[in-house]
């Protein structure tokens, strides 16, 4: 059975019931708003593996993006969905939405790659940095 903490304290740092705040294996603690909170909570959950469905809002913000773009990415089919049957709410689950970033981050990484090597290729960079800034002085 795990521990559990009733009020955390390290360093003249207590949270008080209610309140919400990561504790380390050491005891350090850190204070968390309510955003952060489930910002942490879905992150952690996503990289356990664990199935745990969130809005297309929340997904914004683990996104960091507006929610119309999330909504975009789901009508393109990059992202699956369900829609919950009580409101129709599209809904996503963490661990998709984290697989997701990864992609898109690589993806990202690839291109940029790609593109220096064909500036490159192409001698579109001086070997000199000093005599190109000494242009626009």
């Known amino acids: 059975m795990p521990a559990m903490l009733d009020t955390p304290q390290h360093k003249g740092t207590t949270i ?3 309140d919400r705040a990561l504790v380390s294996s050491n005891g350090d603690v850190v204070a968390l708003n309510a955003e952060a909170y489930e910002a942490a909570l879905n992150a952690a959950l ?3 593996g664990q199935r745990h469905m969130i809005t297309t809002g929340e997904a914004a913000k683990l996104l960091n993006c507006s929610s119309r773009t999330v909504a975009r990415i789901l009508d ?6 369900t829609r919950n049957g009580t409101t129709g709410r599209r809904m996503v689950n963490v661990t998709d939405v984290m697989d997701y970033q990864r992609c898109e981050r ?3 990484r690839q291109s940029l790659s790609s593109m220096r ?3 490159t290729e192409m001698g ?7 005599a190109y800034v000494a242009d626009f002085d």
């Open 117 to 119: 090597q064909a500036a």
């Open 76 to 81: 393109s089919g990059r992202l699956p969905f």
């Open 46 to 48: 996503g990289v356990m």
């Open 16 to 18: 008080l019931r209610g």
């Open 124 to 130: 579109l960079y001086d070997e000199d940095d000093a």
């Open 106 to 108: 690589e993806q990202m």
